[in-house]
T-cell receptor
Framework: DQQVKQNSPSLSVQEGRISILNCDYT??????FLWYKKYPAEGPTFLIS?????DKNEDGRFTVFLNKSAKHLSLHIVPSQPGDSAVYFC??????????FGTGTSLTVIP | ETGVTQTPRHLVMGMTNKKSLKCEQHLGHNAMYWYKQSAKKPLELMFVYSLEERVENNSVPSRFSPECPNSSHLFLHLHTLQPEDSALYLC??????????????FGPGTRLLVL
C-alpha cells in the first residue's frame, strides 16, 4: 500500500503564475518531508525539506507547507519559470532509514 | 568529479548475463542506497548501507546482489535478471550513519533494459 501519494500525474501552469504541487501521506510516524525535482535522464535533485515541527519552509521561489492534521503537504513555486518544468517527487522519512516516495507530478511551465 | 556518479548510464543485457552497476559518491557521506524506479511507480528502496554495513534489504530478489567495499563505493551485481527488472536504478547517499532527517543526494541513474 502506497504511503505517499501524488494524485496529480501532471500539471500545466503559465509562466509567472503559481504552481502548486500536492502530496498526501498516510503514516503519522513520518516526521521529515522532502521535495525532489527530476529532469529527464538525470537523477532526482533535492529541492526543499520540512520537519514535522514546522508548518512552512521557504527557500526563494519555493515554499513547502505541511498540514499534519490533514497529512498533506504542498509545494508552491512562485513565480513559475519554464526551467521549472520537470517531474517533482515528494518523499517522507519515518524514524528509520527509509524514504517513501510518491509517484511524481510532471510540471510543465508554459512560456 | 563531484556529487554522486553512476556507471554505466545505460545497459542492455540478456537474461543469462552477469553485469554490475557502479556508484561512487564524492560527498564524504557514510550511507548509500540503491533504488529502483519503474514506469509510473514510486521509487522503491532496494538496499541501504551505513558505514559499509547493510542495514536494510527490502525483500529484493537474490538476483540482485549489493556490495559496499568502502563508504564511497557501492555496487549492484546483476545476474539472471528478468524483463520486468528493466527500470532506472538510482544510487543515493546521505551524511549518515543513516538516521533521521537527512537529505539523500542522488546519482543520475542507470537505465537498464533486460531482453
Amino acid at each position: 500500500d502506497q504511503q505517499v501519494k501524488q494524485n496529480s500525474p501532471s500539471l500545466s501552469v503559465q509562466e509567472g503564475r503559481i504552481s502548486i504541487l500536492n502530496c498526501d501521506y498516510t503514516n503519522s510516524m513520518f516526521d521529515y518531508f522532502l521535495w525532489y525535482k527530476k529532469y529527464p535522464a538525470e537523477g532526482p535533485t533535492f529541492l526543499i525539506s520540512i520537519s514535522s515541527i514546522k508548518d512552512k519552509n521557504e527557500d526563494g521561489r519555493f515554499t513547502v507547507f505541511l498540514n499534519k492534521s490533514a497529512k498533506h503537504l504542498s509545494l508552491h513555486i512562485v513565480p513559475s519559470q519554464p526551467g521549472d518544468s520537470a517531474v517533482y517527487f515528494c518523499a517522507a522519512d519515518d524514524t528509520g532509514n527509509q524514504f517513501y516516495f510518491g509517484t511524481g507530478t510532471s510540471l510543465t511551465v508554459i512560456p | 568529479e563531484t556529487g554522486v556518479t553512476q556507471t554505466p548510464r545505460h545497459l542492455v543485457m540478456g537474461m543469462t548475463n552477469k553485469k554490475s552497476l557502479k556508484c561512487e559518491q564524492h560527498l564524504g557521506h557514510n550511507a548509500m542506497y540503491w533504488y529502483k524506479q519503474s514506469a509510473k511507480k514510486p521509487l522503491e528502496l532496494m538496499f541501504v548501507y551505513s558505514l559499509e554495513e547493510r542495514v536494510e534489504n527490502n525483500s529484493v530478489p537474490s538476483r540482485f546482489s549489493p556490495e559496499c567495499p568502502n563508504s564511497s563505493h557501492l555496487f549492484l551485481h546483476l545476474h539472471t535478471l528478468q524483463p520486468e527488472d528493466s527500470a532506472l536504478y538510482l544510487c543515493a547517499s546521505s551524511q549518515g550513519p543513516s538516521g533521521r532527517q537527512e537529505t539523500q543526494y542522488f546519482g543520475p541513474g542507470t537505465r537498464l533494459l533486460v531482453l
